[in-house]
């Protein structure tokens, strides 16, 4: 069973930082599509960002300049930097990873970020 284990969500105040962190397990890491989706009170889940196999990314407007994504393919783990945050990014963030049409989801870490 696939395996995506999120940590590094806190309460943060406005202008702050968080580094997300994912950790996948019994999946061949590296051929597989990782995102970070979020998921607000009363929202639908909306992607944040992804990067493929290779290092390309693609970020939502709303994060672009603040947000950061990364990987490790040797650890298994991909990230998410979150700098400059706004209460509008308050949210569960969820790690996916997809391939060949399947996708994968972790439990989501909440990052609550203070006016």
């Known amino acids: 069973q696939v395996q995506l284990v999120e940590s590094g969500g806190g309460l943060v105040q406005a202008g702050g930082s968080l580094r997300l962190s994912c950790a996948a397990a019994?999946?061949?890491?590296?051929?597989?599509?990782m995102g970070w989706y979020r998921q607000a009170p009363g929202k639908q889940r909306e992607l944040v960002a992804t990067?493929?196999?290779?290092?390309?990314?693609n970020y939502v407007d709303s994060v672009k300049g603040r947000f950061t994504i990364s990987r490790d393919n040797a650890k298994n783990t991909v990230y998410l930097q979150m700098n400059s945050l706004k209460p509008e990014d308050t949210a569960v963030y969820y790690c996916?990873?997809?391939?060949?049409?399947?996708?994968?989801w972790g439990q989501g870490t909440q990052v609550t970020v203070s006016s």
């Open positions: 990067i493929t196999s290779g290092g390309s990314t």
């Open positions: 019994r999946i061949i890491f590296s051929g597989y599509l």
């Open positions: 996916n990873a997809q391939r060949a049409g399947r996708g994968y």
